[in-house]
């Protein structure tokens, strides 16, 4: 007998699994269908913070105020240890360029209600006091969040079953089910067709190729992004701090680029990124191995901007395939074909995944999103 949903979730990172607990929340009978395990794409690989500084202008900003109130709230509804903690968020100068568009920035912000500082160079020494002297120009500072980024994931899906979820891990889907133009649910590798009123996908980098199969072309790309993890340090950061470069040259098409982002966690472990290389650039029998040159790069930043730490032991380094989009916002909302919505392509996933999960819910629900999606990639 063919299995039957009302809604199907394709993808088990930070968004497929808020969207399967506010579906399930919302009474619906939800299947979400992973082809690894949850949090194995780039959600696995992130840093935990709850970005608020490096939001996009407009819906993005009004969505990201949104869900840092939701996140100080997640752990109660959850039932869960997720970690959440105020943490200070440096975006930082490091040459006249950036410092130019770091200025933007913090107008463009200031104009939208942020209340975000702009530290000068000495400043942002005393706020870390383990920068090199004299490398950077300014900072813009805001007080915004961590979390631990598994427990929440895997709380999201403790709590959507605990609602009538149904997980399937290790299940691959093959392509979209479409008759007569209208999307009817999945056709999984096992040759399964799984039907539903609502198909979600939020299959991060593997979005485009997923949706091919329904003849759509969903401008979501990805990079190859590469990270490591240290020994547990005592207490080192005050702040995470990410170069203002990041912005404007780590996700371009041309070449990898590195720019530094580090983070201290819970646990005093010292998070570093990352190098991003587009993914045709990247040379396929490596692409899931960490690469020479990040390698050399994060090296010679770190002992530029943080030389307390070039004797630190590396635990660990991993690689992931990170999504973006050309215009840095998401594909968000229905789509041209009945009975498909897209959930792909979001700049930051912590922050941003429990209103995007209740906004599903209320499209799904109520037929429409509650706020106005149209700043969004409509495919
Ligand atoms: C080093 C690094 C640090 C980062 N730090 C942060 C941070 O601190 N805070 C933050 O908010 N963001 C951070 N990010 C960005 C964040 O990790 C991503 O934006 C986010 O993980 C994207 O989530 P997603 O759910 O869209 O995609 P993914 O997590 O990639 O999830 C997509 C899932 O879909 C599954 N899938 C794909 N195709 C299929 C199929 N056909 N069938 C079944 N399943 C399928 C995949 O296996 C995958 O698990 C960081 C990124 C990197 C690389």
Redesign the pocket.
């Known amino acids: 007998m063919r299995r039957q949903f009302d809604c199907i979730v394709?993808?088990?990172?930070?968004?497929?699994?808020s969207i399967a607990y506010h579906l399930s929340k919302a009474g619906k009978a939800t299947a979400l269908?992973?082809?690894?395990?949850?949090?194995?794409?780039?959600?696995?690989?992130?840093?935990?913070?709850?970005?608020v500084q490096d939001s996009n202008m407009g819906m993005s900003l009004t969505l990201t105020l949104r869900g840092i109130e939701r996140m100080r709230t997640m752990g109660q509804e959850l039932q869960a240890d997720i970690g959440f903690e105020p943490f200070g968020s440096l975006i930082v100068a490091e040459d006249a360029a950036q410092l130019q568009e770091l200025e933007n920035l913090y107008q463009q912000k200031k104009e939208a209600g942020l209340d975000i500082d702009w530290l000068s160079a000495a400043q942002v020494l005393r706020a870390e006091p383990n920068l090199a002297p004299k490398r950077i120009l300014a900072a813009t500072r805001y007080t915004q969040a961590?979390i631990y980024?598994f427990h929440y994931m895997y709380a999201l899906v403790k709590k959507a079953r605990e609602q009538g979820l149904t997980l399937m891990e290790h299940?691959?889907?093959?392509s979209l089910w479409m008759e007569g133009g209208t999307c009817k649910g999945v056709i999984l590798?096992s040759g399964e067709a799984l039907r539903a009123e609502q198909t979600i996908v939020?299959?991060?980098?593997?979005?485009r190729?997923?949706c091919q199969t329904a003849g759509l072309d969903v401008p979501v790309y990805s990079v190859k992004?590469?990270?490591f993890v240290t020994e547990p340090l005592k207490p080192f950061l005050n702040n995470?701090y990410s170069s203002a470069g990041f912005f404007t040259e780590a996700h371009g098409q041309e070449a990898a680029a590195t720019s530094l982002?580090i983070?201290q966690s819970h646990h005093g472990n010292i998070?570093i990124?990352?190098t991003?290389k587009p993914d045709g650039r990247a040379e396929l029998a490596y692409a899931d191995m960490s690469s020479v040159e990040h390698c050399a790069h994060i090296h010679a930043l770190l002992t530029r901007y943080f030389p307390a730490l070039e004797q630190v032991q590396v635990l660990r380094s991993?690689v992931?395939?990170?999504?973006y989009t050309e215009s840095c916002q998401p594909v968000f909302g229905p789509s041209s074909v009945e009975g498909l919505i897209l959930?792909?392509?979001?700049?930051?996933?912590?922050?941003?995944?429990p209103v995007v999960g209740d906004i599903v819910a209320q499209l799904v629900v109520k037929g429409k999103a509650g706020v106005d999606l149209s700043e969004f990639i409509y495919v």
């Open positions: 394709i993808g088990g990172g930070y968004f497929g699994c269908i992973e082809q690894k395990e949850i949090a194995s794409g780039a959600s696995g690989a992130n840093f935990g913070c709850v970005q961590k980024p299940t691959p889907a093959a590798c939020s299959a991060g980098s593997w979005t190729e997923f992004a590469e990270a995470f982002c983070h998070l990124g990352e991003a991993w992931t395939r990170s999504p959930a792909a392509g979001f700049k930051s996933a912590a922050i941003l995944s």
